[in-house]
């Protein structure tokens, strides 16, 4: 049986479908799992087991470059890649236009949200087979939900996301023992004041325990910088790749985020992680999976204001197994 995954994107959203690789894996064996993703999360993806091919396609890239020749001809090769397939089942479990859109590049029947439950009720209209998932209901386990419809399985599967970091050097890293800070957000509002971050890394320090401060854009490298000159035990690295980011969160004693995307793939990758959630809802998009999991705060500004280093340094004590 071949089946393809439609899950373009962001980082965290492509990570909340993992597990529904896992299952496919465990409820139907032998079936063969491709899935479309935006190109820039190709590499992560294929870091599952279960993948069998990762067709990038470079929707967004091309959005920021019409008039660029090479971005249309990356586009309209990986468009032609998936036109040349055909599957037993296609399962776009995003709920969107665009990746209804994409879903019917490939032949195969086509499965996805009811217009009750799809982000954009629009992208109903697109799939052979359409399943009502609870809104209520966090996005990894409406994912699994979906699939479980799809195919026809119980979802009475112990929840798997089924990803290990390659494996390679890391250069740069700390010797001894460190936790990771994931300052940066897409969002002003879902950002923590570097003031906490500094405070939260002197608590480390003066346990003999080092901060790694990674970034991606610029602004968050001087971000990074500026909260690793108040810190004697810090690091920050080189930009990293998603590979490399995946190596340095599976090698940290603890994860700490605010929402964003590396925040789940620590999570992805069975690291113990505490989420700082501002004014999102982590009941519905916050760290999801083990016990070594903490979501603190989320919903509202009061609660985003409520929210002192204090809270985040107990988790941290809880989760490191240090001493008050």
Same mark, same amino acid.
């Given at each position: 049986?071949?089946?393809?995954?439609?899950?373009?994107?962001?980082?965290?959203?492509?990570?909340?479908?993992?597990?529904?690789?896992?299952?496919? @894996?465990?409820?139907?064996?032998?079936?063969?799992?491709?899935?479309?993703?935006?190109?820039?999360?190709?590499?992560?993806?294929?870091?599952?087991?279960?993948?069998?091919?990762?067709?990038?396609?470079?929707?967004?890239?091309?959005?920021?470059?019409?008039?660029?020749?090479?971005?249309?001809?990356?586009?309209?090769?990986?468009?032609?890649?998936?036109?040349?397939?055909?599957?037993?089942?296609?399962?776009?479990?995003?709920?969107?236009?665009?990746?209804?859109?994409?879903?019917?590049?490939?032949?195969?029947?086509?499965?996805?949200?009811?217009?009750?439950?799809?982000?954009?009720?629009?992208?109903?209209?697109?799939?052979?087979?359409?399943?009502?998932?609870?809104?209520?209901?966090?996005?990894?386990?409406?994912?699994?939900?979906?699939?479980?419809?799809?195919?026809?399985?119980?979802?009475?599967?112990?929840?798997?996301?089924?990803?290990?970091?390659?494996?390679?050097?890391?250069?740069?890293?700390?010797?001894?023992?460190?936790?990771?800070?994931?300052?940066?957000?897409?969002?002003?509002?879902?950002?923590?004041?570097?003031?906490?971050?500094?405070?939260?890394?002197?608590?480390?320090?003066?346990?003999?325990?080092?901060?790694?401060?990674?970034?991606?854009?610029?602004?968050?490298?001087?971000?990074?910088?500026?909260?690793?000159?108040?810190?004697?035990?810090?690091?920050?690295? @080189?930009?990293?790749?998603?590979?490399?980011?995946?190596?340095?969160?599976?090698?940290?004693?603890?994860?700490?985020?605010?929402?964003?995307?590396?925040?789940?793939?620590?999570?992805?990758?069975?690291?113990?992680?505490?989420?700082?959630?501002?004014?999102?809802?982590?009941?519905?998009?916050?760290?999801?999976?083990?016990?070594?999991?903490?979501?603190?705060?989320?919903?509202?500004?009061?609660?985003?204001?409520?929210?002192?280093?204090?809270?985040?340094?107990?988790?941290?004590?809880?989760?490191?197994?240090? @001493?008050?």
């Amino acid at each position: 049986m071949r089946v393809l995954l439609v899950k373009l994107s962001s980082l965290g959203d492509v990570i909340h479908n993992l597990p529904v690789a896992s299952d496919l @894996a465990r409820a139907l064996p032998g079936v063969e799992i491709d899935w479309a993703v935006e190109a820039p999360y190709a590499e992560m993806v294929a870091m599952h087991p279960a993948i069998d091919k990762v067709i990038g396609v470079p929707l967004r890239a091309l959005k920021k470059n019409l008039l660029s020749l090479e971005a249309w001809r990356r586009f309209l090769a990986a468009r032609t890649q998936l036109s040349s397939q055909r599957y037993d089942a296609i399962l776009d479990t995003q709920g969107l236009v665009k990746s209804a859109w994409i879903s019917h590049w490939p032949k195969g029947p086509v499965s996805g949200h009811a217009s009750t439950s799809a982000r954009e009720p629009f992208a109903a209209r697109f799939y052979d087979h359409a399943f009502d998932i609870p809104r209520a209901m966090h996005a990894v386990e409406r994912n699994r939900l979906l699939a479980a419809k799809a195919f026809g399985y119980a979802l009475d599967l112990p929840l798997e996301y089924g990803l290990t970091a390659p494996d390679g050097a890391l250069s740069g890293m700390p010797s001894k023992p460190y936790v990771v800070f994931l300052h940066a957000t897409s969002r002003a509002d879902k950002r923590w004041p570097s003031a906490d971050w500094v405070e939260l890394g002197k608590r480390l320090n003066a346990a003999n325990i080092a901060v790694v401060l990674p970034w991606g854009a610029e602004a968050e490298h001087r971000i990074s910088r500026q909260i690793a000159e108040h810190l004697t035990l810090v690091t920050v690295p @080189a930009r990293l790749s998603l590979a490399e980011a995946a190596r340095m969160l599976s090698r940290a004693a603890v994860v700490v985020g605010v929402d964003t995307g590396l925040a789940h793939l620590a999570v992805a990758l069975a690291r113990p992680t505490v989420g700082i959630y501002l004014t999102t809802e982590p009941a519905l998009t916050g760290l999801h999976g083990s016990k070594d999991i903490v979501n603190l705060g989320g919903g509202t500004r009061d609660a985003a204001n409520a929210l002192h280093v204090d809270a985040v340094w107990r988790a941290l004590q809880s989760q490191l197994g240090v @001493a008050p």
